[in-house]
């Protein structure tokens, strides 16, 4: 089974920064994708950042600007810079990985997520 956490959350003034990071753990497997991912209160998870095993990158327009992910997935780890944060950052951020098993299964794991508050 693959577990999945994130770290790194916590309180910042707005025009600071934070840097995330997230861990696989388990056996028997590989990563294809970690992604990142947002979610307030009240709206749907966004997606924020992602990346692949061959260091493609993608993220959405509304953090393209100030986020940056590094890391490695066939490594198991992941990070989310984040610079210039605005108290519309606030929420709560999740890592999620994307992989196939050694039976060949994909999966999709969610971690249980770090809270992120920017304060005015």
């Known amino acids: 089974q693959v577990q999945v956490v994130e770290s790194g959350g916590g309180l910042v003034q707005a025009g600071g920064s934070l840097r995330l990071s997230c861990a696989a753990s388990?056996?028997?497997?590989?990563?294809?994708?970690m992604h990142w991912y947002r979610q307030v209160p009240g709206k749907q998870r966004e997606f924020l950042a992602g990346?692949?095993?061959?260091?493609?990158?993608a993220y959405a327009r509304s953090v393209q600007a100030r986020f940056t992910i590094s890391g490695d997935p066939a490594q198991k780890s992941v990070y989310l810079q984040m610079n210039s944060l605005k108290p519309e950052d606030t929420g709560v951020y999740y890592c999620?990985?994307?992989?196939?098993?050694?039976?060949?299964?994909?999966?999709?794991?969610w971690g249980q997520g770090t809270q992120v508050t920017v304060s005015s």
């Open positions: 388990g056996r028997d497997y590989s990563i294809n994708v």
């Open positions: 990346i692949s095993g061959g260091d493609s990158e």
């Open positions: 999620n990985v994307n992989g196939r098993s050694r039976s060949g299964l994909l999966f999709n794991s």
